[in-house]
């Protein structure tokens, strides 16, 4: 049950709660990209996953398994073995600090009605749910809404976890662009009293998210980054996060990972799979690695 939390988590935050600044896109049309020349002895592959996504559609993705299987090396934002660390790290980083309460972080008026919309939603308030962050119950209240509406996600049996299950089959070493502290830190580093103004305008606004993903989904399902992008930068979200919010989940990692990336896929031929939204726009993967030179196109019909 705590992997599926842990893993549920990232994915719902892959897809809600993102605001970039503003820039054209170029590169859309396609989740799997082919990475070569420069330094490169062999390509490298790069897909766009949707950490929710049922692990079947990575056959709907063309080529992507055959360019999975001719990577010499496989490279995600966690391995399974940081993910299952994640999950005991991630319950230690969503409990509530003694010296905070609550009643400290809301007006009586906000409390009450955190309090009507959780224990409608969940079956449990604040009274009982009191030991978790605001970042914490968050999580809990957005997953529980997923398993309403999209009751065929299963974090169990998800594109990312498939990607290295079938590198692990065919001996192939899996490789992390960051660790545990890192994400937990991009996912809860905010403070409490920020974490509890979206935990409330969330609840304020439930007739927006639902439909709102729905369409992000329809959209990756199009290989439309352009469309994610888009959507995801628009600025119309009622719970519109903070530029400093979205570099940590976003452009910060980014350029942490393109550190390393180049040096990983000089040694050996790469297949990277990490969430489509770090693909996409001026600060995404695509367009970083175009700018040091390497060819990047779609990927698919070769292989």
Known sequence: MKTKIAVLTLGLFSITNVAFSRSNVEKTGALLWKISGKDLGKPSYILGTMHLKPAEFLDSIPGARAALLSAEQIVGELTLGDMNSLQLQLFQAIKMPADTTYQILYSEEDYQFVHEQLTASLGAGLDKLSMLMPAGINMIYVMNIYRRYFPEVNPANVIDTAVQNIAMENNKPVLGLETVNDQINALFGSSLRRQAEVLLCHLKNQDYYIPHS??????????????????????????????????????????????????????????????ALHLAGEEGLLNQLEKLDYKVEPAGKEN
């Open 214 to 275: 729905k369409s992000a989904i329809e959209a990756y399902n199009q290989s439309d980054l352009n469309k994610l992008y888009e959507m995801a930068m628009s600025g119309d979200e009622p719970c519109q996060s903070s530029q400093e919010e979205m570099d940590k989940l976003n452009k910060n990692r980014n350029d942490n990972w393109m550190k390393i990336l180049p040096g990983m896929m000089k040694e050996k031929s790469s297949f990277i799979a990490v969430g």
